[in-house]
T-cell receptor, first 113, second 114 residues
Framework: DQQVKQNSPSLSVQEGRISILNCDYT??????FLWYKKYPAEGPTFLIS?????DKNEDGRFTVFLNKSAKHLSLHIVPSQPGDSAVYFCAARVNFGNEKLTFGTGTRLTIIP | NAGVTQTPKFQVLKTGQSMTLQCAQD?????MYWYRQDPGMGLRLIYYSASEGTTDKGEVPNGYNVSRLNKREFSLRLESAAPSQTSVYFC?????????????FGPGTRLTVT
């Protein structure tokens, strides 16, 4: 049972526009959410996170929004740049003190120059 | 500061052969993890270790064994490789549970079992 779902395998966005990547989850015990970015032949790198006590977190061009009632989070990238082309994974953690993360299947973002 | 390192980068095995994937981190992290990534499946946790001397099963542990040799090193062993274990393997570490839950990943090992 996929507890963290990224229903869009791919997304193409024009350079300079907004990229919106979506993630849905089913486990109401998730209390911390993260986004990772992965380039080919490299390991994933941490991008941004959000605690379940917040509904928004910003870091430069990246903003993550959390809608707990809908069990939905999204990553906004504004403005999109060619270097943002990568695979993006969302991940979630159950309960305070739990070291494990559950990852989604990823969305491949392509920024069109 | 090397972060998380993995060896080897590539490996081809025949069915039934054994091998050990090595992982080391220099960030003084408590927790270490092994994942596999397959097309359309995301990252699936094989085993993890919350501290030196402890290991726990993840989502897909069958066919694998692990050793947390010390705080820095966490190895993954395939005793009898099968074609279903063809995958990209990532090691990661984090400061959890005492610190941040963000995980830092190594560059991966691409394993092919024929």
């Amino acid at each position: 049972d996929q507890q963290v779902k990224q229903n869009s395998p791919s997304l193409s966005v024009q350079e300079g526009r907004i990229s919106i990547l979506n993630c849905d989850y089913t486990n109401s015990m998730f209390d911390y959410f993260l986004w990772y970015k992965k380039y080919p032949a490299e390991g994933p790198t941490f991008l941004i996170s959000i605690s379940s006590i917040k509904d928004k977190n910003e870091d430069g061009r990246f903003t993550v929004f959390l809608n707990k009632s809908a069990k939905h989070l999204s990553l906004h990238i504004v403005p999109s740049q060619p270097g943002d082309s990568a695979v993006y994974f969302c991940a979630a953690r159950v309960n305070f003190g739990n070291e494990k993360l559950t990852f989604g299947t990823g969305t491949r973002l392509t920024i069109i120059p | 500061n090397a972060g998380v390192t993995q060896t080897p980068k590539f490996q081809v095995l025949k069915t039934g052969q054994s091998m050990t994937l090595q992982c080391a981190q220099d960030m003084n992290h408590n927790s270490m993890y092994w994942y596999r990534q397959d097309p359309g499946m995301g990252l699936r946790l094989i085993y993890y270790s919350a501290s030196e001397g402890t290991t726990d099963k993840g989502e897909v542990p069958n066919g694998y064994n692990v050793s947390r040799l010390n705080k820095r090193e966490f190895s993954l062993r395939l005793e009898s490789a099968a074609p279903s274990q063809t995958s990209v393997y990532f090691c990661a570490s984090s400061a959890a549970p005492a610190g941040s839950y963000e995980q830092y990943f190594g560059p991966g090992t691409r394993l092919t079992v024929t």
